[in-house]
């Protein structure tokens, strides 16, 4: 029995492989190569997003909590504060009476100023502490918003390494350099601010 025509799929592989390598193989590479590049950054620019703005999470909680202390510091100030009025206030009463106001009252309104003056000291600390923390997440975030901008444009930047891919279009795939060419910049500003 005959077993049909014989076909060299020797020469027809080669022949299928010439024909890709013309209409396109080594393009093919070349957006794998730059996608996979792309992608690389991509991860690296969405951890740093992520990590700067848990970072920037924790300083506004501590800033959070240092004016809290603070606010709690003045309103101890305040206590003082009013404490020391009726300490001054006191000897009136006496002198309406027309005797000699005992001298601790004067005493207690200097022990009070001295308190308040330990307790300005204190909250203004804190305030300063917090200003700090504050500015420290302002900064982080600054740096998320960088850093998510990025990923963003490396994401464009592969969806079109991948249209350039399947439509085997050059400018699809230069749009798709430019959007990474973007990021790169984006990113590395970012880095180095």
């Known amino acids: 029995m005959p077993e049909g025509p014989e076909v060299e799929t020797e020469q027809l592989r080669e022949a299928v492989h010439e024909e890709l390598e013309k209409e396109g193989g080594s393009f093919l590479k070349q957006i794998a190569l730059t996608t996979a590049i792309l ?3 991509a991860a690296v620019a969405a951890l740093l997003a992520g990590s700067t703005v848990n970072e920037a999470l924790v300083y506004k909680t501590e800033a959070t909590t240092l004016q809290a202390q603070a606010s709690d510091q003045w309103t101890y100030y305040q ?8 300490q001054q206030m006191a000897p009136n009463a006496w002198l309406a009476a027309g005797k000699a106001a005992p001298p601790h009252f004067a005493e207690e309104a200097d022990r009070y100023r001295r308190e308040q003056q330990q307790i300005d000291a204190k909250a203004r600390e804190l305030e300063h502490r917090r200003d700090e923390r504050s500015r420290e997440a302002d900064h982080l975030l ?9 990923v963003a444009l490396f994401q464009v930047s592969i969806a079109l390494g991948a ?29 180095f601010r």
């Open 79 to 86: 206590a003082k504060g009013i404490k020391r009025e009726l």
């Open 163 to 191: 249209v350039a891919a399947l439509s085997r279009s050059r400018w699809v795939w230069y749009a798709s350099m430019a959007a990474g060419a973007a990021g790169i910049v984006l990113f590395a500003v970012t880095v």
């Open 142 to 150: 600054h740096s998320h918003h960088g850093y998510a901008n990025a």
């Open 39 to 41: 992608a690389a950054f």
